[in-house]
């Protein structure tokens, strides 16, 4: 029979995870930030081309605003994504 091994991730093995954890925290709000202005800017285009009969821009900022939502879900739910992921494959 062959042992089992069990492998867990390690808080302390290298030096610089707090660091790292930082670094991507602060990845994620810059990511949010930048949601929110593409929303904004996204949102100016598509009342731009709307009101000024331009169905190719009113499009483009449809889609701006779709992107810049889907961007702000992701990041925000990024940590509990990987958290469920880790946990499925923890589970095989």
Do not use: Y
């Given at each position: 029979?062959?042992?089992?091994?069990?492998?867990?991730?390690?808080?302390?093995?290298?030096?610089?995870?707090?660091?790292l954890r930082?670094?991507?925290?602060?990845?994620?709000?810059?990511?949010?930030?930048?949601?929110?202005?593409?929303?904004?800017?996204?949102?100016?285009?598509?009342?731009?081309?709307?009101?000024?009969?331009?169905?190719?821009?009113?499009?483009?900022?449809k889609?701006?605003?779709?992107?810049?939502?889907?961007?702000?879900?992701?990041?925000?739910?990024?940590?509990?994504?990987?958290?469920?992921?880790?946990?499925?494959?923890?589970?095989?």
């Amino acid at each position: 029979m062959p042992m089992d091994i069990s492998i867990d991730p390690n808080t302390t093995g290298l030096p610089g995870i707090e660091q790292l954890r930082t670094i991507v925290g602060a990845g994620m709000t810059i990511g949010l930030i930048l949601s929110v202005l593409a929303l904004i800017v996204s949102a100016v285009v598509w009342g731009f081309g709307s009101n000024s009969a331009n169905p190719h821009l009113a499009g483009r900022g449809k889609v701006g605003v779709v992107v810049a939502c889907g961007a702000a879900i992701i990041c925000g739910a990024s940590v509990t994504l990987i958290n469920f992921f880790w946990d499925v494959g923890q589970a095989v």
